[in-house]
């Protein structure tokens, strides 16, 4: 008899399915099977969900953000043992292409799922399930961040554009390597409070206040080092090259709109450095647990929404929850 398993299953463009399905099996000699204790639902996936990215093609089990604990472990596996902790680092590279889980592998809003060993890091003692769902977003926000410090290694003032779930962990990052002045901006006030909880100097809400204003008046009309987009639309991009200053960088990590606006007299004549920040790496990734173990990253304020695997209109509810930060499923509930 076939064992089976629960998911949540990504069945068409705007819909999410509860399905029992079959228990992945270990197909490679490095496989692990993975109990799924927590995985945090990703801007991505509810791109995905809608269609607007085209990224996710159903019918697919979604989620790459994961903690768990193992279950089974295939043959050539000999650094893991069952019942151990691990967090999932989701991607991988198979025949020199990039492959994530919940994309181009099943994923993680299940009961169970298929990892390599290799792709696995051993949760550190203390780090619970759900503030190891924040290490993949995390190593995100340290990768764009680390993009900038190659060009300069310490910033003064930094201006980040987004206050969801990356960008408010490129927020806390900046500010845990001593950034004196971090200013968030959003048009959500919800999501701004939740700024100002965990440590931003300033925020502001562009549907009110003029950005360039704002910045200029705490940066003595000079702007910021450094501005990081976390959105992917026209009108934030714009905000990141209007508030840095002359010679600035500023980082793109929002991939939402494929083609956008940019007042590129305003690049050219102002000399800034556009810089583009995609994924993360094991260093990153590794670098991440670590500040999760050292208690640095208030991943808890971050999160907002818990839920099991039986809400069909999770992602709905989601997407009209301008509210919501991080919401994390958890498999077991």
Partial sequence: MTRTMQALMFTAVNKLEPQDVPMPRLERPDDVLIEVKAAGVCGSDLHGYTGASGRRVPPLIMGHEATGRVAAVGPAVTDLRVGERVAVMPLEVQNGARRLMGKDAPGAYATHVVWPAGRLFRLPEGVSYEAGAFAEPLAVALHAVGVARTHVPTYETAFVAGAGTIGLLIAAVLLEAGTRTVIVSDVSDARLGVAKAIGASATLNPAREDALEVVGALTQGNGVDVSFEAVGISATVGQTVAVVKDSGRVVWVGN????????MQAVVTRELSVLGS???????FARALALLAAGRVPTEALTSRRAGLTDAGLFD????????????????D
């Fill in 317 to 332: 509810e989601l997407l009209t929850s301008p509210e919501t930060i991080k919401c994390l499923i958890r498999p077991g």
């Fill in 278 to 284: 995609y994924g993360l790496t094991d260093e990153d």
């Fill in 256 to 263: 939402n709109h494929r083609m956008v606006e940019v007042d």
